[in-house]
């Protein structure tokens, strides 16, 4: 069974930056696609980004376009998620996921395993 542990997390100031984690503490992700999402309280778990196996194409929101960026170390078997100029809204618990398939994907059902999720707590 793939697990997936994200790292990274915290209280943060608007317009400040965090880079989040996602690494396989077993098995790996290096041959599929990978997505972080976020859940804030009250609402759906949504998309936020996503990069395909070897790192050459992703999709982002559009909330976090031009914002966020996320890579991947193939050698390390981690994903990361860089955020700048973080805004109140960005407060969430964020997941990252691998899925299906080797190609980008914004859809949350293709997702097969999670992680449990790291606090990010973005304040004025």
């Known amino acids: 069974q793939v697990q997936l542990v994200e790292s990274g997390g915290g209280l943060v100031q608007a317009g400040g930056s965090l880079r989040l984690s996602c690494a396989a503490s077993?098995?790996?992700?290096?041959?599929?696609?990978m997505g972080w999402f976020r859940q804030a309280p009250g609402k759906e778990r949504e998309f936020v980004a996503a990069?395909?196996?070897?790192?050459?194409?992703?999709l982002y929101a559009d909330s976090v376009k031009g914002r966020f960026t996320i890579t991947r170390d193939g050698a390390k078997n981690t994903v990361y998620l860089q955020m700048h100029s973080l805004k109140l809204e960005d407060t969430a618990l964020y997941y990252c996921a691998r899925r299906r398939g080797v190609v980008v994907t914004t859809n949350i059902d293709q997702y097969e395993y999670w992680g449990q999720g790291t606090q990010v707590t973005v304040s004025s």
């Open positions: 990069i395909n196996r070897n790192g050459g194409s992703a």
């Open positions: 077993r098995g790996t992700f290096n041959n599929y696609a």
